[in-house]
Every structure is written in structure tokens, then in C-alpha cells.
């Protein structure tokens, strides 16, 4: 059983940078391909973006190229979420989530272990 926690969120203006992190624990962490997602109030949760196992492989959601930067630290079982550039729109609780793929992996289905979450507001 994998748990995940993830840490990094706040309030912070438009045009602000925010570096989100995940921990990863009772799992092989480099046997996961990791992911983000976000869930903004009223709307569905939405795929951000995802590293493959190695973190070779990244793919984003394209409201977010650009701006985010998904990278992975095998050894300190951690991933992160760089954002830069922050919107109004960016207003949401960030999950990261699991998947026992190579990855890496945009479809929400595919994630096995998901953290509590972590809320990121953007302000103008």
C-alpha cells in the first residue's frame, strides 16, 4: 500500500511561482508512474500532468505547457510540480496519484494510490 502526502500549497498572486512536492511512502516508488491532478469547487477533477517511472517521460495537460513542470526524485521518493506563471484559473486542490505503469499515465482511472490533496489560490 502506497501512501502519498502531498505538501506546497497556499495563496499566493497571479503571475506567482509555487513548487508543489509529494512524498511517497510503503511502496517502490520507482516502480510507479506519477501524476497530478486537480479538482477546482463545482468542477471535475482534471489530469495535470505525469512522469513515467524514470522521469524521463513527462506529459501535460494544455492548459498548463509552459508552465508546469512535472520532475521526479527516485531517491527521495518524491515528485514535484513546479508552476510557474500562475492564473486565476490554476485555483484548485492538487492531488498526486500513483499509477503501476511505465507512464506516463493521463487518465484518472489508471492511478491506483491518490493523496489527501493540497490547495493552491491564486488571487489577482
Known amino acids: 500500500q502506497v501512501q502519498l502526502v502531498e505538501s506546497g500549497g497556499g495563496l499566493v498572486q497571479a503571475g506567482d511561482s509555487l513548487r508543489l512536492s509529494c512524498v511517497a511512502s510503503g511502496g517502490a516508488f520507482s516502480s510507479y508512474a506519477m501524476g497530478w491532478f486537480r479538482q477546482a469547487p463545482e468542477k471535475e477533477r482534471e489530469f495535470v500532468a505525469a512522469t513515467s517511472r524514470s522521469g524521463g517521460g513527462r506529459d501535460y495537460a494544455d492548459s498548463v505547457k509552459g508552465r508546469f513542470t512535472i520532475y521526479r526524485d527516485n531517491d527521495k521518493n518524491t515528485v514535484y510540480l513546479q508552476m510557474n506563471s500562475l492564473k486565476l484559473e490554476d485555483t484548485a486542490v492538487y492531488y498526486c496519484?500513483?499509477?503501476?505503469?511505465?507512464?506516463?499515465?493521463?487518465?484518472?482511472?489508471?492511478?491506483?494510490?491518490w493523496g489527501q490533496g493540497t490547495q493552491v489560490t491564486v488571487s489577482s
Open positions: 496519484a500513483a499509477a503501476t505503469w511505465y507512464g506516463p499515465v493521463i487518465r484518472s482511472y489508471e492511478y491506483n494510490y
